[in-house]
Nanobody, 120 residues
Framework: QVQLVESGGGSVQPGGSLRLSCAAS????????MGWYRQAPGKQRELVAG???????NYADSVKGRFTISSDNAKNTVHLQMNSLKPEDTADYYC??????????????WGQGTQVTVSS
């Protein structure tokens, strides 16, 4: 069984920063990729940023230059540093991990979500 636990959400004023973290635990053989998605009220869930086990990253155009994704492979953790936050960044943020477990096939696991609110 694999679990993803997110932390770091909250409320911030426009222009502020937040750092999200997601830790994977459980019966993990390998983590192939991790990423952050977000879903604003009334909108579809969208990819914010992703990182592979080899360190390759990709970002949504709307966050390029403001957000940075990083990972600590030894700790099975991924972080999302969010700077210059805008009201349109307000959403529930979800961690996703592409994990191969011990004796289980490759699967996408999701965290429970953490809320980010950007408002003055």
């Amino acid at each position: 069984q694999v679990q993803l636990v997110e932390s770091g959400g909250g409320s911030v004023q426009p222009g502020g920063s937040l750092r999200l973290s997601c830790a994977a635990s459980g019966s993990i053989f390998s983590i192939n990729a991790m990423g952050w998605y977000r879903q604003a009220p009334g909108k579809q869930r969208e990819l914010v940023a992703g990182i592979t086990s080899g360190g390759s990253t990709n970002y949504a155009d709307s966050v390029k230059g403001r957000f940075t994704i990083s990972s600590d492979n030894a700790k099975n953790t991924v972080h999302l540093q969010m700077n210059s936050l805008k009201p349109e960044d307000t959403a529930d943020y979800y961690c996703k991990a592409d994990i191969t477990g011990w004796g289980t096939p490759r699967f996408d696991y999701w965290g429970q979500g953490t809320q980010v609110t950007v408002s003055s």
